[in-house]
Nanobody, 114 residues
Framework: QEQLVESGGGLVQPGGSLRLSCVAS??????????YGWYRQAPGKERELVAR???????NYADSVKGRFTISRDNAKNTVYLQMNSLKPEDTAVYYC??????WGQGTQVTVSS
């Protein structure tokens, strides 16, 4: 059973950067076998897709983060990353990693505030 563990969240000022990591463990398959995604959920809002990387490496992003966020993966480390630049207060949310196997991580809090 695959397990996903996110890290890298925290408090950052507007305009700052954070890099989130999602380590996948417990699976016999490499992380490039399926797609992985980053979702976020702000208080009182539905969970939304932020970025996705397919098994072939193609990426897509929510319009609200295009040009600011980058999703990538390191197959050797079984890790998926989300580089977040030019952060805005509206990016404040709990960020979750999701795998194409149907598994979710526990989430990591990102707070953008001065």
């Amino acid at each position: 059973q695959e397990q996903l563990v996110e890290s890298g969240g925290g408090l950052v000022q507007p305009g700052g950067s954070l890099r989130l990591s999602c380590v996948a463990s417990g699976s016999i398959f490499s992380i490039n076998a399926v797609a992985y995604g980053w979702y976020r959920q702000a208080p009182g809002k539905e969970r939304e897709l932020v970025a996705r990387i397919s098994s072939g490496g193609s990426t897509n992003y929510a319009d609200s983060v295009k040009g600011r966020f980058t999703i990538s993966r390191d197959n050797a480390k079984n890790t998926v990353y989300l580089q977040m630049n030019s952060l805005k207060p509206e990016d404040t949310a709990v960020y979750y990693c999701y795998s194409g196997w149907g598994n979710w991580g526990q989430g990591t809090q990102v707070t953008v505030s001065s």
